[in-house]
């Protein structure tokens, strides 16, 4: 019984991980866009005079850009957590399925 129970876990641990993982190339590739984003405004910013409507316009979106560069870098580093997490108790759960193996397949004679 115990071998299927990990064999059923393995299965989910590993679709987990391939979630998580697209989640991750998600937040990189939006990470990305935000930067690129940040960066064309720094440079059309320096087109307008620094008191202008425009300009404090253009400051105050770089500013958001930034905040959302650092929640999407805080939402890298907890997805990475989770991700070695989930290779720890993959590597358990295989230990877990191998020794059920053994179990169930080793043939005693009397």
């Known amino acids: 019984m115990g071998l299927f ?6 299965v ?3 679709q987990m991980r391939s979630t998580l993982q697209w989640q991750l190339h998600l937040i990189t590739q ?5 930067t690129k984003a940040a960066s064309s405004l720094m440079q059309v910013g320096t ?5 202008s409507l425009i300009a404090k316009k253009l400051q105050e979106r770089q ?3 930034k905040l959302l560069e650092e929640k999407l870098d805080l939402q890298k580093t907890e997805i990475e957590e ?10 358990s759960n295989q230990e877990m399925i191998r020794s ?5 397949f080793t043939y ?3």
């Open 5 to 10: 129970i990990g064999i059923i876990r393995n």
């Open 100 to 104: 059920g193996i053994q179990e169930s």
């Open 30 to 34: 939006a990470k990305m866009t935000a």
């Open 47 to 51: 087109d307008y005079e620094s008191d």
């Open 108 to 110: 005693k004679a009397a």
């Open 12 to 14: 989910y641990l590993k």
């Open 82 to 91: 989770k991700l070695e997490m989930i290779s720890t108790e993959l590597k």
């Open 63 to 65: 500013y958001k850009l």
